[in-house]
Structures are given as C-alpha cells and as structure tokens.
C-alpha cells in the first residue's frame, strides 16, 4: 500500500451487483479521522449529525440537512429537492474496532427487508490515513445511485473539511457525478 497513489476524487468502484467501494487519502492522524466519522457534532460538518452508540448493536442516528452542506446560496436541482432535509436515517453497528473499523447498518427496513451496510475502513498512511468505505446490499438502481452519488459528494466534503479549505459545492457535484454512476451501475 506504501506509495500507492489515491485520487481524492475517483468514482467509486462497483464491488459486485449491490456494492461500492471509495478509497481517499485523508490528512490524519487516524483519531481525527475517526472523530470526524463518530463524533456527532464533526459529523455534522460533512454528513450527518446524530447519536452513535459506540458498541456492536448501538443504535445509530443520522440526521441529514444537505442544504447546510452546501455554500449559500447555491440552487438545489429539482431532482434533489427531496434530499436537501432533514431526513433521518436508523441502523446498528456491526463491527467496531476503534479506531480502525466501523461498520453499520443504513436504514431499518419497515417491511423486514435487510438494511444495506456501510463500512469504514482507516489505515495509517504516514501522517495521512487511508479511507476505504464499502457500500454493500444495496437492493435497487435507484438505492445504488443515491448512495454512489451521496458518498462520493460528502467525502469531498470530508476532505475540504480536514484539510480546512473552503465548503465546496455540493448539489452541483452532486448533479455531475449522477451520470457517471447511472452508466456505471447499470453496466
């Protein structure tokens, strides 16, 4: 892995029918990272705020308001709109190894019906860490799409956050990364 050269901004990869898979190198330590993943109020700055139980079967709680992630005044497509918020978002953790391992469910299912899973993996990289985040069981186009585009969008976000640049756009690098992955996870 030494060496190995990451770009922050790669489209995610699909792993298998239902799976992505995002690697980005972030500026570390390993701690600030995974604070930025679990602690509610960092979490908040990039993807959702909310509660984490930090224990395999702990109940998370992500509360999404997208439209504070974006820079004043940038429009929201139409097609977004029901994703500016707030929105909640339930699961469980599933695997915890502080502060390498983080796995969850996304969403309780109403109908019985398995939750996806969301798993962040961290890897000292010298002074920067090495994020992989694995999307599986994601159960329709549209489910996979949402995630790929929303994923790939927020940890932009997560990188301008670490490295202390300015808020990026968000609904109009949510808007350009939609095509890429409508014709990636239909192939």
């Known amino acids: 892995m030494s060496g190995e050269v990451i770009d922050n901004d790669a489209y995610g990869q699909v792993l298998e029918s239902g799976a992505v898979r995002f690697r980005r190198l ?22 959702a705020s909310g509660s984490m ?37 339930r699961g469980r953790i599933t ?9 969850m469910t996304w969403g309780e299912a109403e109908d019985g019906s398995p939750a996806s899973e969301v798993v962040f993996e961290l890897t000292p990289q010298g002074r920067d860490v090495l994020l992989v985040l694995t999307h599986r069981r994601l159960t329709s186009g549209t489910e996979g799409l949402m995630v790929s585009c929303g994923w790939h969008v927020h940890m932009g976000v997560l990188i301008a956050r670490l490295k202390g640049d300015p808020q990026p756009a968000y609904w109009g690098r949510f808007d350009q990364v939609q095509a890429h992955y409508k014709t990636l996870l239909t192939a």
Do not use: C, M
């Open 53 to 89: 139980e930090l224990r395999v079967g702990g109940r998370v709680v992500l509360n999404f308001h997208n439209a504070l992630l974006a820079p004043a005044g940038e429009p929201v497509p139409e097609w977004l709109q029901p994703y500016s918020g707030p929105l909640t978002q």
């Open 95 to 103: 695997q915890l190894d502080p502060p390498q391992l983080l796995a």
């Open 26 to 47: 972030l500026p570390g330590p390993v701690e600030r990272v995974w604070s930025y993943i679990t602690d509610p109020e960092k979490r908040a700055v990039w993807l």
